[in-house]
């Protein structure tokens, strides 16, 4: 306990570091008020029947990355996932489009071009989902719709679509604030901030339905339940850190007249290099269904595949979703980690790795390497995103079941992760001891931070 209150003081001691936490918990602030702010025209007293759809389901998953705005009807109810949606377009076409693949290689101009488009595709997707969550609000609603709106319908449906794009662009910024001004990933804290804002009312309802015997079990399984979720998080934090070391030998070089040179390092090769984007890439994708149900379905005859897509706990949606988290654990590492690339620098560096001959032959092997444990790394991140369903055969409210793996237990540790990486590299830069007595946070990268 003092080693902690001694580096939350050193941690206010460096002035540029409290400035960036102070930043970050400002934007994030903002945010979080901003869930809360309704639509106009919208009586949020009578949005019942909104908030028990959003109560389980894949639209509580929904409802959780939005931090409860989606079912509060409010500004920012659609949340970053547009954004989400237009990255993952962008990066497809990134690998099949030759004009993208031009622009990726232009380094920082062909960077801010990337994102320029990205935003345009962000405007151009949210002027379809928004209206698709409106006639959704409309079906769900009852008498939450003012019936005095000037305009009446049509003229909600435009200035609300115009506010609810506006409020998705405006959450993006703030992320791109905090990434530039504040710690941390903006946009990957954004989520978090969605994700971890719902976690109080989970996890005492879970409590209460354990302890009313609700779902049964009482305290004793209520206590289970939180053991297999530390277990859970603490597999997820080793498992994340994990990688493959590849030793490389560097060779002698005479510098004024002295030999340097000659070490051996490691070329750390992450189990999960993709990190957590393939799952936040495959659950974007699952909320497809949503959108299509929302805009096309009349609310009494949905179309049975829809409905098996749209429920996180069938067969059909965990087998999709499992199939497109390996795919983009693939897809994602190529795009990120480049064999050839890499086997050019360490030539460059005048290094080798020991048996294997500079060059292409080091390409391909690096490559064999990626492929070997890119095969259970993208197994584990399925098994692991399919987890709550699994939890929720057993009777955990829905809303709790979340954090027992998916895409809401890997984002909360990855990005905590880094952010406690960023914290200690402003500490030890400063000669201020880490966080952590034991050794040095290792970030998602599975370097320590220096």
């Not at 962000?122 to 769900?140: E, R, S």
């Not at 609810?164 to 992320?175: C, D, E, K, P």
């Not at 829809?306 to 965990?318: E, G, I, K, Q, T």
């Not at 060059?359 to 991140?381: C, E, N, Q, R, W």
Request: charged share 10%; glycine share 10%; proline share 4%.
């Amino acid at each position: 306990m003092k080693k902690f209150f001694a580096t939350l003081k050193n941690i206010w001691m460096i002035e540029d570091l409290r400035m960036k936490i102070l930043i970050t918990v400002g934007f994030a602030a903002i945010y979080r008020f901003g869930s809360f702010v309704v639509l106009p025209g919208i009586n949020p007293n009578q949005l019942v029947a909104l908030r028990e759809q959003t109560s389980e389901g894949l639209m509580s998953l929904l409802n959780m990355f939005s931090g409860g705005a989606f079912s509060n009807a409010s500004i920012f109810a659609l949340g970053i996932m547009p954004y989400i949606t237009a990255s993952i377009v962008i990066q497809l076409l990134a690998v099949a489009v030759p004009y993208f693949q031009k622009m990726q290689r232009e380094g920082e101009s062909g960077r801010r071009k990337i994102n320029q488009y990205t935003r345009y595709l962000t405007i151009f997707i949210l002027l379809f989902q928004a209206p698709g969550y409106l006639v959704n609000l409309k079906n769900m609603s009852g008498g939450a719709l003012a019936p005095s709106i000037p305009g009446g319908w049509t003229m909600f449906m435009i200035s609300s679509t115009i506010i609810l794009a506006a409020g998705s662009m405006f959450i993006l910024w703030l992320g791109e604030r905090i990434t530039d001004k504040g710690i941390g990933n903006g946009v990957s804290m954004i989520i978090m901030l969605g994700i971890i804002a719902r976690l109080p009312q989970a996890f005492g309802q879970e409590a209460v339905s354990r302890l009313n015997n609700l779902n049964g079990g009482g305290l004793v399984m209520f206590l289970i339940e939180l053991v297999i979720l530390f277990l859970v998080v603490m597999a997820a934090i080793m498992l994340t850190q994990a990688t493959r070391k590849v030793p490389v030998q560097y060779a002698k070089r005479v510098v004024g007249g002295q030999q340097i040179g000659g070490a051996r390092q490691y070329l750390p090769l992450k189990l999960f290099a993709a990190n957590v984007m393939p799952i936040i890439f495959a659950q974007a994708i699952m909320f497809l269904p949503i959108t299509l149900l929302q805009a096309f379905s009349d609310g009494q005859n949905p179309s049975a595949v829809l409905m098996a897509l749209s429920d996180h706990r069938s067969w059909a949606y965990n087998i999709v979703f499992a199939l497109l988290i390996i795919t983009f654990t693939y897809l994602y590492t190529a795009i990120t980690m480049n064999p050839v690339q890499m086997a050019e620098d360490i030539k460059r560096n005048n290094g080798f790795i020991p048996g294997v001959r500079p060059g292409k032959d080091t390409a391909d092997y690096i490559d064999d390497v990626m492929s070997h444990i890119m095969l259970p790394g993208s197994l584990f991140l399925a098994f692991i995103a399919c987890m709550p369903a699994f939890a929720g055969l057993l009777n955990v409210q829905p809303e709790f079941a979340q954090f027992f793996g998916g895409t809401s237990l890997l984002i909360l540790v990855g990005v905590v992760l880094d952010t406690l990486q960023q914290v200690e590299s402003h500490l030890l830069m400063r000669h201020y001891d880490g966080l952590l007595e034991s050794g040095r946070i290792r970030g998602r990268g599975g370097v320590s931070a220096y």
